[in-house]
Structures are given as structure tokens and as C-alpha cells.
């Protein structure tokens, strides 16, 4: 980039943009539809020939970009029910040793290459490739290559009018090659996620183009009634004279310009600061909030530049104001504020497709039950997502993104070598600077990490839900790989916090990270979250922990497990859909599932015990760290979804079926609750929101397992924004392995009810062995004895629906009354399709896995798109611990 003050005359302008003549021809095409792939391995003819004469449509198997070569194969119907017992590891290896064509061609109308530009902008491919555009190669695998580069192709000269036939040989990642995987998540694709993973965009401007604009918000935190806002943007000269344009922006009624003066190829950044512009000070901004904490508002910029009265080129770019802080408190614990007030991150891991395939619906639907479950953040681990979309929908829903490298490229097992052990320990390397730097990187591996970074930051810094960029995940950086990505984000993005790691770790450079990573990853019972002060416990920065596997429903199950492997549960299959290395198997979590809730007679009554298990464990772990907010200022859950039908980490399925974890995590994060501290059983009282409430009564019953009431009191009190509230202690449980039931509510002065939470409780509890700890998880000595459930009084409930349609959506409003004198315990509603019997997904529900106590009558709502059920009204299944199941037509 030249000198600024050397190449450009600036007159400093700041009125509206003047009109000019359009050029409707400029922008960009994403080159998504119309892709064929073949392997090399089976066709003759080479790059030249193949991207200028027509091919064989009978060798080449249609397909859509993004995508990989196994997810091409698989959406082609080459491997059918993939994910049905274990059909992926059938599938034939041998063919993705080699590279592979992917082979497109696009129109161009009027192409005048003197007096235009046409770029190939390729946001990611894996792992190396070879371009070729009408007979000609134009870019070589030696120079591209890497996952996470970002690259821009000159086809000005080679691009004609009419058709354009563009050739990509993509090569298969190698050992030692840093690119995407899901570590011990899931099983390893045989490709190797080898292909186009990201979009290949057509760039068409006139000799003069716009690029990388970013927006750089600052907030007045004090009141928040003032924000600034800089623009940049990169500005080319792509022609051999000197060109004199106008640039100018405009947010929606502010417009700003400068003109300038480029040089022959000049390529130079251009900045609008407030300091120059005035109207780039805004009062009273509408601020881009997380979710519980107000709205997620967004601008729009629209940058143009324009050469003697004609459009050159036009970029528009989406933007929100919001200030990212972090701090570390007095125990040198990590901690983030927005727009100046605290936030505890309630976050759980992201993972995309296995085969890394662009699924927007199924995205949209998955950020929606995100927000729906109260959550206000993802961890992408990684830096996920195919294009842009992932990161919009979350920028529309206020969902706060914690985005960095993968924990496979530090460890040197998954880049191909032997890793040594120490004695006694498996996990554990016995070189330090690998287990705190990761793998001992080359100078050329540190660029390319390097380069990945910056790329990233420049493709992701509008997005206003990106709060922080991590350089390290179970490791950091090493210094002088560090002190690179700390000029890439001086240089690209003053305006958020790098973390050095996800980790425990002391920088030299930047500090303590003030995170931890002790888990545990396998099932722990809920007093372990409160009763911990060492490992995985509610205190400080959990950016990831989680009680381990969550079974989904049955209708889940049967998706991915053949029918003569479906019971008894622990066989071979089921372990194949599991975790991968220590996670391999469900034993730990079965094992307390039997003890604690007596052994199922069938699969359909151990799907169902599942998901009590699945909301006991999940619910404590958030609940604690609100109670123990600002101890507490973050946790991750590991995970939140499945790149593939399976067991473990999900707060949902693959196929987005919610497991009780969904609803027990929904529960636990509302903004205000009430809940119970398991450990010393106290009941608390919170607050996450902006507003400050006064005079809210807690109600507290306590029941034995006949329903009777043994204990009961309510309390009156005001809950300050952003508080916990230590409210009373409930009694001593008494008799041997006796059940209880407590119930809690929370009212405002008024009588509308704010918020409700129900448990479970046993005279006989959990224990852990604290003197046996795994770096994965602690077990139990004792388990807390649930059989009393099984006795229970058997109850039938009322049940009517109300159906309406809303758009798209289907809302479903279920009443449901117990008028008997026995509390109905842990009920599922299930939306059914009418024709297929199947459950409906994606679901909403405000509610499910509820209990009702005696006398009393809940509603709950649900939501669902209407093509999801053959647009015909659905019905609701409805089943109980102690009811029999009833269909609600």
C-alpha cells in the first residue's frame, strides 16, 4: 500500500452524494448452481480441454457450492442413508486420494474488458487447487492453498461475453495441513472435507473498485446517548491512467465524500473519521444489544465510487453500533461488558453439517432455537459457517460469537504424529511447549496461520455479534505467531478484545487469558456444578464444559440406528454414534441413568428417562453460574448441536429435535428465574435484565412424593438489574430414598407470573469421588435414588389445542388441567405430523417437560412451519411419568 499523502490529492467533502449515471452491470455473482464434480482418477482429458470444450454429462455428478466432494456424493443419492448405522464408515476411502473436478460456467452480457474489471473472489477452498477459465490455467496449487486464505483472481483478460468456462481441480488435504475437522466430536469424513467449502463470487466493476469497507463503532458508555462510527474502505486503480473519482457513503440520512486522485494500479485505504465528518457522531444510536438485553439493531452503508458522472462500483455493507469491552477481575477471572454493562455469557459450541454442507433453513432454524433457549452466545471453534449467513442471522438475533482456531491443529496426534505420553497418563505430553503452544509451527506454517487470520478478520468484522477473536483454544499462540495476530487486529480491527486462548493461560505479551477449560465433557450429576471449586464448577470462565451425552427422543433414535441393533442399547453401533477416542461410549452415562432412575424395560422408556436425565444435568450447570454471577462471568456449553446423527454433546439432534437438555438449558437461562441451589439447598432469585424489579413475590412449595404439601413459603422482594438473591433455605428432605417434589414462582406485584421452574429431589443424593478425577470428568461414589418416581399415582390430565396460522407457521396453543390430587411429573409434548405419525421439526415451544401440580392448569404454545407438516394441522402427542399417553387431535 503507497504512502497516503504520496498518492492521493484529496478535496474533503461532506454534503450528499451528487446523482450520477448507473452502471447496472457492476457487482457480484455468487456462483453457487449449475457445479458438476468428477474425479480425476476417471477422466481423461486435462484442465485445458475440459474448461473449453463440452464434457461427458454421464461421468459428472451434479451438485451446488459451498460443498464438499462426500457432501456432492451424498446429496447426489450416491450414498444413501449415510448416517443410518454405520454406513459412513462403508464408504469406499480410496477414492479421495487423489483430486477431483469441480466445473462450472456463467454468462457475462456485454463484457468490455478495457473499460471493466472481473475479479474470481474464492473464500475457501480444501485444501489446494488449480483454476482454469476457458482453456486457460490462471491460478496454480502451489500458491493456492490453505482453508482458511481468502484469494482474488484478475480474470479481466481471460473472461469474454457470452459463456465463460470456469475449472477448479481441488486437491485432498495432507498430513500436516492445517484445515477444518471435528476433533473427538465425530467421525472423520472419508474426504476429509475436500472441496469448495466456501463461495466463489464473480466481481464485476469498472476500472476503479471498492473493497473491505468496514464500520468501527465507538460508544459513550457513561449514558449511552452518544456513538461514532469510522469508515474505511480499500479503493483500486485498476487501469494504466490516473484516475480522479468521487467516493461517498451514506447511512440511512447521513452522507459523507471525499475525491481523490489514484495512480495506475494504485490500491489504498480510505478513511471517514469523526474527527473529519461531524454527522459520523450520532446521537441517541440505536444499539445492537444481546439477546435478553434489548434489541439487536443494524445499520446499512452503502459505499459508491464513481469516475466522471458513472458508477464504478457500489458496496453495501451491514453494520451495528455496540462497544465490546473485557476486563479480568480481582481472581484474575476473563469477564466481557456491551455498551458498558456486564454481560455473563451463556454460550454454547457450534459445529456445521459433517460434511460442511450450506444449509440456510436448517442454520435459521438452529439460530432461533438459540435465542429461543435464552442463550446470548456461540463459540464457533473453528471459524465455522459457509458463508456470511450464519453470522447475519446471528447479528438479526443478538447472539454473541466467540470465534477462533480449533483445538486439532495444537495437538500433534491430529496433524499426523506420534504424540509421546507420559507415564500413567495417556492424555498428558510430556513436551510443555506443545501442551502451551501447541505443535512447534515453521516459519511458513506461522505465516500461513497468520494469513488465515487476517483473512478471517477482514471477511468477519462487521459483524457486530463477534465479540471476541481467539488466537488459541487449548493452547495459545506462540509469542511471535501472537504478536502477529495482535498487528492484524490493530491494523483490521481495533474494536474488539483478542483472547490469547479458550484456555487457562499467562501470555507475555497479552496476559492472563482468564479462562478455563478443567471441564468436564462426560456426565457429573447436578451438585457437582456448585459443590466444585477446582475443576469445571460454576466460577469463572467455563469456555467448555457439559454433562456429556444427551439421548434424543425416540423418533431421533431410529433415524440413525438400524432396527435389530435398537435395543439393548449398548452395543457397537450405539458406540459408533457416540463421541470418538474417550468418548466412545455412553457407560458413564447409562450407568447413573440405571441407578438413579431404575434400568428401562425398552428403548421407548429409556428415550423417555433419558430426557430427565438429559434436564437435570444441564439445567444446574447454567443455573449456577447465574447464582454465582460476578464469581461466575461465563460458560460454553459442550455442545450446542451434532455435525451428524449421534449421542452425545447436543442441546438438540441433528435432525433438530430437542433433547430435555433443550428445555432444562431454556429453564435455566431465562433472563429472570428462580431456582435451587442443590448443594446447600437455597433458593435464588435472579435478574439478567436491564430493568430493575420491585416488589416480586417468591412462591415456594415443597411436596413429598404422595403430593402433599410439607413445606411452603413466600417472600417479597426488589431484584436489581443484573442481581441474584440468596431468598430462604428450604428444609431438611426426610424418610429414606424418599422423592420430593419442589415447586417455585415468581410473580410481579401484579400476579403475572415471571417465571417457574420445577425439580426433583431425593432423600438419598449424588456423591462425588472427589478422590478420583479424569481430566474429563469426576465420578460418583453414590447416586441419588429416583426409583420412588416409579411408584408414583397414576394421573390423567385435560387436554385441548387451539391451532392458527401465522405466515408460514403453524401455532399450536395447548391447555393442559390436572384435576386430580397428584402432581402430573415431567410431561413431553410432541408435535405429530397427521399423515406420517412422525414428530414435526424444527419445533418452538414455549415450554415442554413440565410437571402440573394438583388443581392446576398450564398452557403452552409451540410454533412450526407449516411445509414441515404437509400443510396440514398437526396433531400433539402427549406422554407422562405417571400418565398414559394421549393424542390431542
Same mark, same amino acid.
Given at each position: 500500500?503507497?504512502?497516503?499523502?504520496?498518492?492521493?490529492?484529496?478535496?474533503?467533502?461532506?454534503?450528499?452524494?451528487?446523482?450520477?449515471?448507473?452502471?447496472?452491470?457492476?457487482?457480484?455473482?455468487?456462483?453457487?448452481?449449475?457445479?458438476?464434480?468428477?474425479?480425476?482418477?476417471?477422466?481423461? /482429458?486435462?484442465?485445458?480441454?475440459?474448461?473449453?470444450?463440452?464434457?461427458?454429462? *454421464?461421468?459428472?455428478?451434479?451438485?451446488?457450492? #459451498?460443498?464438499?466432494?462426500?457432501?456432492?456424493?451424498?446429496?447426489?443419492?450416491?450414498?444413501?442413508?449415510?448416517?443410518?448405522?454405520?454406513?459412513?464408515?462403508?464408504?469406499?476411502?480410496? !477414492?479421495?486420494?487423489?483430486?477431483?473436478?469441480?466445473?462450472?460456467?456463467?454468462? $457475462?452480457?456485454?463484457?468490455?474488458?478495457?473499460? *471493466?474489471?472481473?475479479?474470481?473472489?474464492?473464500?475457501?477452498?480444501?485444501?489446494?487447487?488449480? =483454476?482454469?477459465?476457458?482453456?486457460?490455467?490462471? /491460478?496454480?496449487?502451489?500458491?493456492?492453498?490453505?482453508?482458511?486464505?481468502?484469494?482474488?483472481?484478475?480474470?479481466?483478460? +481471460?473472461?469474454?461475453?457470452?459463456?465463460?468456462?470456469?475449472?477448479? %481441480?481441488?486437491?485432498?488435504?495432507?498430513?500436516?495441513?492445517?484445515?477444518?475437522?471435528?476433533?473427538?466430536?465425530?467421525?472423520?469424513?472419508?474426504?476429509?472435507?475436500?472441496?469448495?467449502?466456501?463461495?466463489?463470487?464473480?466481481?464485476?466493476?469498472?476500472?476503479?473498485?471498492?473493497?473491505?469497507?468496514?464500520?468501527?463503532?465507538?460508544?459513550?458508555?457513561?449514558?449511552?446517548?452518544?456513538?461514532?462510527?469510522?469508515?474505511?474502505?480499500?479503493?483500486?486503480?485498476?487501469?494504466?491512467?490516473?484516475?480522479?473519482?468521487?467516493?461517498?457513503?451514506?447511512?440511512?440520512?447521513?452522507? =459523507?465524500?471525499?475525491?481523490?486522485?489514484?495512480?495506475?494500479?494504485?490500491?489504498?485505504?480510505?478513511?471517514?473519521?469523526?474527527?473529519? =465528518?461531524?454527522?459520523?457522531?450520532?446521537?441517541?444510536?440505536?444499539?445492537?444489544?444481546?439477546?435478553?438485553?434489548?434489541?439487536?439493531?443494524?445499520?446499512?452503508?452503502?459505499?459508491?465510487?464513481?469516475?466522471?458522472?458513472?458508477?464504478?462500483?457500489?458496496?453495501?455493507?451491514?453494520?451495528?453500533?455496540?462497544?465490546?469491552?473485557?476486563?479480568?477481575?480481582?481472581?484474575?477471572?476473563?469477564?466481557?461488558?456491551?455498551?458498558?454493562?456486564?454481560?455473563?455469557?451463556?454460550?454454547?459450541?457450534?459445529?456445521?453439517?459433517?460434511?460442511?454442507?450450506?444449509?440456510?433453513?436448517?442454520?435459521?432454524? !438452529?439460530?432461533?432455537?438459540?435465542?429461543?433457549?435464552?442463550?446470548?452466545?456461540?463459540?464457533?471453534?473453528?471459524?465455522?459457517?459457509?458463508?456470511?449467513?450464519?453470522?447475519?442471522?446471528?447479528?438479526?438475533?443478538?447472539?454473541?460469537?466467540?470465534?477462533?482456531?480449533?483445538?486439532?491443529?495444537?495437538?500433534?496426534?491430529?496433524?499426523?504424529?506420534? $504424540?509421546?505420553?507420559?507415564?500413567?497418563?495417556?492424555?498428558? #505430553?510430556?513436551?510443555?511447549?506443545?501442551?502451551?503452544?501447541?505443535?512447534?509451527?515453521?516459519?511458513?506454517?506461522?505465516?500461513?496461520?497468520?494469513?488465515?487470520?487476517?483473512? !478471517?478478520?477482514?471477511?468477519?468484522?462487521?459483524? #457486530?455479534?463477534?465479540?471476541?477473536?481467539?488466537?488459541?483454544?487449548?493452547?495459545?499462540?506462540?509469542?511471535?505467531?501472537?504478536?502477529?495476530?495482535?498487528?492484524? $487486529?490493530? +491494523?483490521?480491527? #481495533?474494536?474488539?478484545?483478542?483472547?490469547?486462548?479458550?484456555?487457562?493461560?499467562?501470555?507475555?505479551?497479552?496476559?492472563?487469558?482468564?479462562?478455563?477449560?478443567?471441564?468436564?465433557? *462426560?456426565?457429573?450429576?447436578?451438585?457437582?456444578?456448585?459443590?466444585?471449586?477446582? $475443576?469445571?464448577?460454576?466460577?469463572?470462565?467455563?469456555?467448555?464444559?457439559?454433562?456429556?451425552?444427551?439421548?434424543?427422543?425416540?423418533?431421533?433414535?431410529?433415524?440413525?440406528?438400524?432396527?435389530?441393533?435398537?435395543?439393548? /442399547?449398548?452395543? *457397537?453401533?450405539?458406540?459408533?454414534?457416540?463421541?470418538?477416542?474417550?468418548?466412545?461410549?455412553?457407560?458413564?452415562?447409562?450407568?447413573?441413568?440405571?441407578?438413579?432412575?431404575?434400568?428401562?424395560?425398552?428403548? %421407548?422408556?429409556? /428415550?423417555?428417562?433419558?430426557?430427565?436425565?438429559?434436564?437435570?444435568?444441564?439445567?444446574?450447570?447454567?443455573?449456577?453460574?447465574?447464582?454465582?454471577?460476578?464469581?461466575?462471568?461465563?460458560?460454553? +456449553?459442550?455442545?450446542?448441536?451434532?455435525?451428524?446423527?449421534?449421542?452425545?454433546? +447436543?442441546?438438540?439432534?441433528?435432525?433438530?429435535?430437542?433433547?430435555?437438555?433443550?428445555?432444562?438449558?431454556?429453564?435455566?437461562?431465562?433472563?429472570?428465574?428462580?431456582?435451587?441451589?442443590?448443594?446447600?439447598?437455597?433458593?435464588?432469585?435472579?435478574?439478567?435484565?436491564?430493568?430493575?424489579?420491585?416488589?416480586?413475590?417468591?412462591?415456594?412449595?415443597?411436596?413429598?412424593?404422595?403430593?402433599?404439601?410439607?413445606? %411452603?413459603?413466600?417472600?417479597?422482594?426488589?431484584?436489581?438489574?443484573?442481581?441474584?438473591?440468596?431468598?430462604?433455605?428450604?428444609?431438611?428432605?426426610?424418610?429414606?430414598?424418599q422423592v420430593y417434589f419442589l415447586d417455585l414462582k415468581l410473580e410481579k406485584a401484579s400476579g403475572e407470573l415471571i417465571a417457574d421452574n420445577f425439580y426433583w429431589l431425593a432423600t438419598k443424593g449424588d456423591q462425588m469421588d472427589w478422590n478420583q478425577r479424569y481430566w474429563f470428568y469426576t465420578p460418583q461414589k453414590e447416586y441419588a435414588d429416583f426409583s420412588a418416581l416409579n411408584n408414583l399415582t397414576k394421573t390423567e390430565i385435560e387436554a385441548s389445542k387451539e391451532t392458527s396460522i401465522i405466515g408460514d407457521e403453524y401455532e399450536?396453543?395447548?391447555?393442559?388441567?390436572?384435576?386430580?390430587?397428584?402432581?402430573?411429573?415431567?410431561?413431553?409434548?410432541?408435535l405429530i405430523n397427521a399423515d406420517s405419525q412422525r414428530a414435526v421439526t424444527p419445533v418452538f415451544w414455549s415450554d415442554n417437560y413440565i410437571s402440573i401440580l394438583p388443581n392446576e392448569t398450564k398452557t403452552i404454545t409451540v410454533k412450526c412451519y407449516k411445509k414441515d407438516t404437509g400443510d396440514k394441522e398437526p396433531k400433539v402427542k402427549i406422554k407422562g411419568y405417571n400418565l398414559e399417553n394421549i393424542i390431542v387431535r
Amino acid at each position: 500500500m503507497k504512502n497516503t499523502l504520496r498518492s492521493l490529492s484529496l478535496l474533503l467533502i461532506s454534503f450528499a452524494v451528487f446523482s450520477c449515471s448507473s452502471n447496472k452491470k457492476i457487482g457480484e455473482t455468487i456462483l453457487n448452481q449449475g457445479w458438476t464434480i468428477a474425479p480425476t482418477a476417471e477422466i481423461s /482429458a486435462n484442465g485445458e480441454t475440459l474448461s473449453s470444450n463440452a464434457i461427458d454429462a *454421464e461421468k459428472w455428478t451434479k451438485t451446488t457450492v #459451498p460443498n464438499t466432494v462426500m457432501g456432492a456424493l451424498v446429496d447426489a443419492g450416491k450414498y444413501p442413508d449415510i448416517f443410518m448405522g454405520d454406513n459412513l464408515a462403508k464408504v469406499p476411502s480410496k !477414492q479421495f486420494e487423489s483430486s477431483w473436478w469441480f466445473r462450472n460456467s456463467f454468462n $457475462l452480457e456485454d463484457f468490455d474488458n478495457k473499460t *471493466e474489471h472481473l475479479r474470481l473472489l474464492i473464500d475457501g477452498i480444501n485444501y489446494r487447487a488449480n =483454476f482454469w477459465l476457458n482453456g486457460k490455467e490462471i /491460478a496454480h496449487k502451489d500458491s493456492l492453498f490453505g482453508a482458511f486464505r481468502q484469494f482474488e483472481l484478475d480474470i479481466s483478460g +481471460q473472461a469474454k461475453s457470452g459463456e465463460n468456462i470456469l475449472l477448479v %481441480e481441488i486437491f485432498p488435504p495432507q498430513v500436516r495441513d492445517f484445515y477444518m475437522g471435528f476433533v473427538d466430536w465425530a467421525p472423520t469424513p472419508p474426504d476429509h472435507y475436500m472441496g469448495i467449502f466456501r463461495e466463489i463470487r464473480l466481481k464485476r466493476s469498472g476500472k476503479v473498485s471498492i473493497d473491505a469497507s468496514f464500520v468501527a463503532p465507538d460508544v459513550n458508555t457513561s449514558d449511552l446517548s452518544k456513538a461514532s462510527v469510522t469508515i474505511s474502505t480499500e479503493v483500486s486503480n485498476h487501469s494504466d491512467e490516473i484516475k480522479n473519482v468521487a467516493l461517498s457513503g451514506t447511512i440511512e440520512n447521513i452522507s =459523507f465524500k471525499k475525491v481523490l486522485t489514484l495512480q495506475p494500479h494504485e490500491k489504498t485505504e480510505i478513511k471517514f473519521s469523526p474527527e473529519e =465528518f461531524e454527522q459520523l457522531n450520532i446521537s441517541n444510536p440505536r444499539l445492537w444489544w444481546p439477546n435478553g438485553l434489548g434489541e439487536a439493531n443494524m445499520y446499512a452503508l452503502e459505499m459508491q465510487l464513481v469516475d466522471n458522472g458513472v458508477t464504478q462500483d457500489v458496496q453495501n455493507t451491514k453494520f451495528g453500533i455496540r462497544k465490546i469491552e473485557t476486563y479480568l477481575n480481582a481472581k484474575n477471572v476473563r469477564g466481557y461488558k456491551v455498551n458498558g454493562r456486564e454481560v455473563l455469557i451463556k454460550s454454547g459450541g457450534w459445529v456445521d453439517d459433517l460434511f460442511l454442507r450450506y444449509m440456510p433453513e436448517k442454520d435459521a432454524a !438452529q439460530i432461533r432455537y438459540v435465542k429461543e433457549m435464552n442463550l446470548n452466545s456461540l463459540r464457533f471453534e473453528g471459524v465455522w459457517g459457509n458463508n456470511q449467513h450464519i453470522y447475519d442471522l446471528c447479528d438479526e438475533n443478538g447472539i454473541l460469537l466467540m470465534v477462533g482456531w480449533s483445538c486439532q491443529w495444537e495437538w500433534p496426534d491430529y496433524l499426523g504424529e506420534v $504424540l509421546e505420553k507420559s507415564e500413567g497418563d495417556e492424555n498428558l #505430553p510430556i513436551n510443555e511447549d506443545v501442551a502451551k503452544y501447541g505443535v512447534k509451527l515453521s516459519p511458513d506454517e506461522e505465516t500461513l496461520l497468520s494469513d488465515y487470520f487476517r483473512d !478471517q478478520v477482514k471477511w468477519l468484522r462487521n459483524h #457486530p455479534s463477534i465479540f471476541t477473536w481467539a488466537g488459541g483454544s487449548d493452547a495459545m499462540p506462540a509469542p511471535s505467531l501472537e504478536k502477529r495476530y495482535l498487528q492484524t $487486529l490493530e +491494523q483490521y480491527d #481495533p474494536t474488539r478484545p483478542f483472547l490469547v486462548s479458550a484456555g487457562d493461560f499467562d501470555s507475555n505479551i497479552t496476559g492472563k487469558s482468564g479462562m478455563k477449560m478443567n471441564g468436564p465433557y *462426560e456426565y457429573v450429576p447436578p451438585i457437582y456444578w456448585y459443590e466444585d471449586k477446582e $475443576l469445571g464448577g460454576a466460577y469463572g470462565f467455563n469456555s467448555e464444559v457439559g454433562p456429556g451425552p444427551q439421548i434424543p427422543p425416540i423418533d431421533a433414535i431410529k433415524k440413525m440406528i438400524p432396527a435389530d441393533k435398537l435395543w439393548p /442399547a449398548e452395543n *457397537e453401533i450405539w458406540n459408533f454414534h457416540s463421541g470418538r477416542k474417550d468418548f466412545n461410549t455412553m457407560g458413564v452415562y447409562l450407568k447413573a441413568l440405571y441407578a438413579k432412575l431404575g434400568e428401562p424395560k425398552d428403548l %421407548e422408556d429409556l /428415550a423417555f428417562k433419558a430426557q430427565i436425565m438429559n434436564y437435570e444435568a444441564i439445567r444446574p450447570m447454567f443455573e449456577s453460574h447465574v447464582m454465582n454471577r460476578p464469581t461466575s462471568t461465563g460458560v460454553v +456449553q459442550w455442545m450446542l448441536n451434532s455435525p451428524w446423527p449421534e449421542f452425545y454433546w +447436543q442441546l438438540y439432534d441433528y435432525y433438530l429435535m430437542p433433547t430435555g437438555a433443550y428445555y432444562g438449558t431454556k429453564k435455566a437461562a431465562k433472563p429472570v428465574s428462580v431456582m435451587y441451589n442443590y448443594f446447600d439447598q437455597t433458593i435464588h432469585l435472579s435478574n439478567d435484565t436491564q430493568l430493575n424489579l420491585k416488589n416480586v413475590t417468591a412462591n415456594v412449595t415443597l411436596f413429598d412424593s404422595n403430593s402433599k404439601v410439607v413445606f %411452603e413459603k413466600t417472600i417479597t422482594a426488589d431484584l436489581a438489574t443484573n442481581s441474584t438473591l440468596n431468598a430462604l433455605k428450604i428444609p431438611e428432605l426426610e424418610g429414606e430414598n424418599q422423592v420430593y417434589f419442589l415447586d417455585l414462582k415468581l410473580e410481579k406485584a401484579s400476579g403475572e407470573l415471571i417465571a417457574d421452574n420445577f425439580y426433583w429431589l431425593a432423600t438419598k443424593g449424588d456423591q462425588m469421588d472427589w478422590n478420583q478425577r479424569y481430566w474429563f470428568y469426576t465420578p460418583q461414589k453414590e447416586y441419588a435414588d429416583f426409583s420412588a418416581l416409579n411408584n408414583l399415582t397414576k394421573t390423567e390430565i385435560e387436554a385441548s389445542k387451539e391451532t392458527s396460522i401465522i405466515g408460514d407457521e403453524y401455532e399450536v396453543t395447548l391447555k393442559l388441567t390436572n384435576p386430580s390430587d397428584d402432581i402430573a411429573f415431567f410431561i413431553e409434548a410432541e408435535l405429530i405430523n397427521a399423515d406420517s405419525q412422525r414428530a414435526v421439526t424444527p419445533v418452538f415451544w414455549s415450554d415442554n417437560y413440565i410437571s402440573i401440580l394438583p388443581n392446576e392448569t398450564k398452557t403452552i404454545t409451540v410454533k412450526c412451519y407449516k411445509k414441515d407438516t404437509g400443510d396440514k394441522e398437526p396433531k400433539v402427542k402427549i406422554k407422562g411419568y405417571n400418565l398414559e399417553n394421549i393424542i390431542v387431535r
